[in-house]
Structures are given as C-alpha cells and as structure tokens.
C-alpha cells in the first residue's frame, strides 16, 4: 500500500451544522484535514491505497456518503510555467524555454488562456514529455491522467476513458 495525498473540493453542506465534522468521520474521511476556504469545503487526504485511482475513488465515494458534492480535485491538470517547474523539480526559467522552444523539441502546446500571457498547460501531456527527458517518475504521469480524467469526468466532459465516468456515476449513484 502507497500513501496518495490529493486535496477534493466539495459543496452542499452547511459547515455550521452541529454534526459537521462527524458526518465525515463516521463517513471514512478520517484521513482528511477538513477547512472552509473562500466559501468552499476543502478536504486534505493523505489516503492510503493500492493505487492512485482507488484512493481518489474511495475518498470520492466517503466524501459522497456526507451528503456533499465533489466539485474537483486538486492537484489540478491545468498548470502554469510556475507549476511544471515545482512538480518537475526545473526551474521556472527552464520550463519557460521548453515551452518557447528555446531547449528540447516537441513541447506540448498550451491548452488554455492561450492568447494571455499566462497560459495554462495539461499536466498529463507536460509530464509525458518530461518522463521522456527524466524529469518526472513513471508514477507522476499516471497519477496525472487520473487526475485530469477524474476531473474531467466530474464535469461532464468528454474524455479518453469512459470507465472514469462510469465509476464516477456509480459512486453517485451509492450516495443517493
């Protein structure tokens, strides 16, 4: 068993309720650090797990049985120049001449806020660049495309593997 931590954004619930924080104890999430930040609920996991996956989708399905509504999960797949840089453990002015084309070839294109000067990379598509150059762990980009699937199938969106969004629409389907 690995330790995953992975924060989950979530809403519905009224943090001034007297069982707040039991309803998620009692629902699994002892291994969560439970904060209220801007409005939102914001649950810290350090989970232990075979794998990535059941970690995010155990902790899914216990943050569900509170009655909440997971909205997202963190760390998110869009990133900045600054991002790729602290996860990849480069510098900021080296991720920025990889994504100029200044050094290496074959940089994925921005994805989002393209046209600003703050643009938004996929981490999954960055990292599978950087695992080729040695920068990250095999493990990085696994986890990255769990996250931007995991994501993405949250929203509703259109995405690579369908049994993301199946898992997700069964665990909303225990909670209810």
């Not at 940089?107 to 598509?125: V, Y």
Request: with cysteine; glycine share 6%; net charge positive.
């Amino acid at each position: 068993m690995r330790v995953f931590n992975f924060t989950i954004i979530a809403s519905g619930l009224d943090p001034h309720a007297e069982d707040f924080a039991d309803r998620f104890f009692e629902a699994g999430c002892g291994d969560a650090t439970i904060s209220l930040q801007r409005g939102v609920l914001i649950l810290e996991f350090t989970r232990e797990a075979k794998n990535i996956t059941q970690a995010i989708f155990s902790a899914i399905r216990d943050v569900q049985k509170t009655g909440a509504k997971v909205t997202h999960i963190e760390p998110d797949y869009l990133v900045s120049l600054s991002d790729i840089a602290n996860r990849a453990g480069i510098t900021r002015a080296a991720a920025s001449h990889y994504a100029k084309g200044l050094r290496g070839k074959g940089f994925p294109l921005p994805i989002a806020r393209i046209t600003t000067e703050s643009p938004l990379w996929d981490w999954f598509s960055v990292s599978r660049w950087l695992k080729k150059r040695s920068y990250v762990s095999h493990y990085a980009v696994i986890e990255a495309k769990v996250m931007r699937e995991t994501n993405l199938a949250i929203r509703g969106e259109d995405i690579e593997h369908a049994v993301f969004a199946k898992k997700l629409a069964e665990l909303k389907q225990k909670a209810a």
